[in-house]
């Protein structure tokens, strides 16, 4: 029997030959027995991932899936500074598992860094702040479900004006749209500007979603190459030349999947392009409340020709389905309100209430600085784990743009990192034009705790250690 009270099981070397194969799952089953039979009792610490594989004579991937696995099982836990924690007695097989509670239940056995989410509040008294607002918001539950005016109720627009001061706007409420989305507003934004077959800009690299609504109306996307500043300048005047798109679109802040953010510059560059050639520009400012000192809007240094869209979704929080559109002009609104009127109807007044009542009385803030300081905390973690010149990154953002070292491909590693317990996103669906890079792209956030991100970064730092052939050898 191993030492008490977290002290490190060193001798630790379970027999696998009687439980089988796979070694994953064997390793599982064999914690679980020796927890059944008092060899392992709880705070008592298994062996280090990689000390356990070379006693084992496995890779480290398979010692890491089988870890990810026992804790699947409920039988291990991995803390920071602690290492992998027995957690108690294994459960009796017959009867049925007792009910968790909500936050547990939903919780994935996947460290699921393939979803680009904020980090989840974790402070009790904040999250209790969120929920108050959300209480004081439903005393008038019968009127939030009933029809609103479109666009937005005048106290959603003042809020919206309040919040879209910080990014240094300001606009009049009649270029104002409240919407159900950064999607809907998007898709009203495009359909408005462009008809099938026409052509619009983005990004080399640039984000899903305008892949995907450009194929949805039948629009021909053109990636622009660029550099660590944005995109070039030039090489946008030369495609207007010779492909007259009708718009370009950017996610200029923390480009996802890159991380760039457009210098003041280089936007001003663009900008000179797009009004020497009347290119309308799409402002996807997802990310753009993340930095406290970023450049300048698109739509402060171009008012007259950018579409500018500010979700809530990154900043403070994916289920809140609301977003502002800030049209170029009183009269531009005009069709992209009756567009996300045919689509959408309106944006649903209890959610925007929420966002309403979170932005004045001081919880939007709230959240966004713990949206800030903990994507930072966990971009220290990833400086700390990934090896050196790989990942692309910026402190205030929450996912990382990794480029694979040889023999790595994207499709291998992305398979691999599965195996072992962690969704990543190969490098295809953000391409615009060219071939694929071979790189993936990891985000920090959603429902991973910062102790799921340590490990699952020291799982995918050893992999990048290995080779292809030797990480999936447990299969």
Same mark, same amino acid.
């Given at each position: 029997?191993?030492?008490?009270?977290?002290?490190?099981?060193?001798?630790?070397?379970?027999?696998?030959?009687?439980?089988?194969?796979?070694?994953?799952?064997?390793?599982?089953?064999?914690?679980?027995?020796?927890?059944?039979?008092?060899?392992?009792?709880?705070?008592?610490?298994?062996?280090?991932?990689?000390?356990?594989?070379?006693?084992?004579?496995?890779?480290?991937?398979?010692?890491?899936?089988?870890?990810?696995?026992?804790?699947?099982?409920?039988?291990?836990?991995?803390?920071?500074?602690?290492?992998?924690?027995?957690?108690?007695?294994?459960?009796?097989?017959?009867?049925?598992?007792?009910?968790?509670?909500?936050?547990?239940?939903?919780?994935?056995?996947?460290?699921?860094?393939?979803?680009?989410?904020?980090?989840?509040?974790?402070?009790?008294?904040?999250?209790?702040?969120?929920?108050?607002?959300?209480?004081?918001?439903?005393?008038?539950?019968?009127?939030?479900?009933?029809?609103?005016?479109?666009?937005?109720?005048?106290?959603?627009?003042?809020?919206?004006?309040?919040?879209?001061?910080?990014?240094?706007?300001?606009?009049?409420?009649?270029?104002?749209?409240?919407?159900?989305?950064?999607?809907?507003?998007?898709?009203?934004?495009?359909?408005? !500007?462009?008809?099938?077959?026409? #052509?619009?800009? &983005?990004?080399?690299?640039?984000? +899903?979603? *305008?892949? /995907? =609504?450009? @194929?949805?109306?039948?629009?021909?996307?053109?990636?622009?190459?660029?550099?660590?500043?944005?995109?070039?300048?030039?090489?946008?005047?030369?495609?207007?030349?010779?492909?007259?798109?009708?718009?370009?679109?950017?996610?200029?802040?923390?480009?996802?999947?890159?991380?760039?953010?457009?210098?003041?510059?280089?936007?001003?560059?663009?900008?000179?392009?797009?009004?020497?050639?009347?290119?309308?520009?799409?402002?996807?400012?997802?990310?753009?409340?993340?930095?406290?000192?970023?450049?300048?809007?698109?739509?402060?240094?171009?008012?007259?020709?950018?579409?500018?869209?500010?979700?809530?979704?990154?900043?403070?929080?994916?289920? !809140?389905?609301?977003?502002?559109? #800030?049209?170029? &002009?009183?009269?531009?609104?005009? +069709?992209? *309100?009756? /567009? =996300?009127? @045919?689509?959408?109807?309106?944006?649903?007044?209890?959610?925007?209430?929420?966002?309403?009542?979170?932005?004045?009385?001081?919880?939007?803030?709230?959240?966004?600085?713990?949206?800030?300081?903990?994507?930072?905390?966990?971009?220290?973690?990833?400086?700390?784990?990934?090896?050196?010149?790989?990942?692309?990154?910026?402190?205030?953002?929450?996912?990382?743009?990794?480029?694979?070292?040889?023999?790595?491909?994207?499709?291998?590693?992305?398979?691999?990192?599965?195996?072992?317990?962690?969704?990543?996103?190969?490098?295809?669906?953000?391409?615009?034009?060219?071939?694929?890079?071979?790189?993936?792209?990891?985000?920090?956030?959603? !429902?991973?705790?910062?102790?799921? #991100?340590?490990?699952?970064?020291?799982?995918?730092?050893?992999?990048?250690?290995?080779?292809? @052939?030797?990480?999936?050898?447990?299969?």
């Amino acid at each position: 029997m191993g030492n008490r009270e977290g002290s490190p099981v060193t001798g630790w070397t379970p027999d696998l030959a009687k439980f089988g194969r796979p070694h994953y799952r064997a390793i599982a089953d064999a914690i679980a027995e020796d927890i059944g039979a008092g060899r392992l009792a709880a705070s008592e610490r298994l062996p280090p991932q990689r000390q356990l594989a070379d006693a084992l004579g496995l890779n480290f991937s398979t010692v890491a899936r089988g870890y990810v696995e026992a804790q699947r099982r409920g039988l291990i836990a991995s803390r920071v500074g602690h290492g992998t924690v027995v957690t108690g007695r294994a459960a009796p097989a017959a009867p049925a598992a007792p009910a968790l509670p909500p936050a547990v239940r939903r919780r994935p056995a996947l460290v699921d860094f393939s979803m680009n989410l904020p980090p989840e509040p974790d402070d009790p008294a904040l999250v209790e702040r969120m929920r108050d607002g959300l209480a004081a918001v439903s005393a008038d539950l019968v009127g939030l479900l009933r029809y609103q005016g479109f666009g937005g109720a005048p106290d959603d627009k003042e809020a919206a004006l309040h919040w879209l001061s910080r990014r240094g706007l300001a606009v009049p409420a009649n270029r104002l749209l409240v919407c159900p989305g950064s999607h809907s507003a998007l898709l009203a934004t495009l359909s408005t !500007l462009c008809r099938p077959g026409d #052509v619009i800009c &983005s990004e080399a690299l640039t984000y +899903p979603g *305008a892949r /995907s =609504l450009a @194929a949805h109306l039948g629009l021909t996307l053109v990636g622009l190459p660029g550099d660590d500043e944005g995109i070039d300048a030039a090489a946008f005047a030369a495609t207007c030349v010779r492909h007259r798109p009708k718009a370009l679109y950017l996610n200029p802040t923390l480009l996802n999947p890159t991380t760039v953010t457009v210098s003041r510059a280089r936007r001003e560059a663009i900008v000179a392009v797009a009004r020497r050639y009347a290119v309308a520009i799409i402002e996807d400012d997802a990310y753009g409340f993340l930095p406290p000192d970023g450049p300048p809007t698109f739509s402060a240094l171009a008012p007259e020709t950018t579409y500018h869209v500010a979700g809530l979704a990154k900043c403070l929080g994916a289920g !809140l389905r609301i977003a502002y559109l #800030v049209a170029p &002009s009183a009269r531009a609104a005009l +069709p992209l *309100a009756a /567009s =996300l009127r @045919a689509a959408t109807v309106m944006a649903s007044p209890l959610t925007a209430a929420v966002a309403t009542r979170w932005i004045l009385d001081g919880t939007a803030d709230a959240v966004l600085d713990f949206v800030r300081r903990e994507s930072t905390a966990r971009q220290r973690l990833a400086l700390a784990a990934l090896p050196p010149g790989l990942a692309e990154a910026d402190p205030h953002g929450f996912h990382i743009w990794m480029r694979l070292p040889e023999p790595w491909s994207r499709s291998a590693f992305a398979s691999q990192s599965r195996s072992t317990g962690i969704g990543v996103v190969a490098s295809d669906p953000f391409v615009a034009t060219g071939p694929a890079p071979e790189a993936v792209r990891i985000c920090l956030g959603g !429902l991973a705790s910062r102790d799921d #991100v340590a490990h699952a970064l020291d799982v995918i730092a050893h992999a990048l250690d290995e080779t292809p @052939a030797m990480s999936s050898a447990f299969i």
